[in-house]
Nanobody
Framework: QVQLVESGGGLVQPGGSLRLSCAAS????????IGWFRQAPGKEREGVSC????????LSVDSVKGRFTISRDNAKNTVYLQMNSLKPEDTAVYYC???????????????WGQGTQVTVSS
């Protein structure tokens, strides 16, 4: 059974940090590009950051550059999203997904996790 499971979400104050995990089962992540997406109520789901399968190259959207860092630990079959300097506008459900590509504006996700809630509020 192919599954991606996100964890690590929660409530954090502005300026705080959180690390999200995306754990795979049923397949190994090292052969896949992985992306993090987020969706706030009433807004479209947007790609946040992605990481390549071979060279480890990463891509982040401008709104999170310098604050979020994506990484992978193939031994643990897990991809992480380290989120620092969190802002209220980062509040959303965060999803991870396997991708066809990790470049450009369209990443073509196809396997999705269930999402984890991140709330940034005082």
């Amino acid at each position: 059974q192919v599954q991606l499971v996100e964890s690590g979400g929660g409530l954090v104050q502005p300026g705080g940090s959180l690390r999200l995990s995306c754990a795979a089962s049923g397949f190994t992540l090292d052969y896949y590009e992985i992306g993090w997406f987020r969706q706030a109520p009433g807004k479209e789901r947007e790609g946040v950051s992605c990481i390549g399968s071979r060279d480890g190259s990463t891509l982040s959207v401008d709104s999170v550059k310098g604050r979020f860092t994506i990484s992978r630990d193939n031994a643990k079959n897990t991809v992480y999203l380290q989120m620092n300097s969190l802002k209220p506008e980062d509040t959303a459900v965060y999803y991870c997904a396997t991708l066809r590509q990790c470049y450009g504006s369209s990443w073509y996700p196809y396997y999705w996790g269930q999402g984890t809630q991140v709330t940034v509020s005082s």
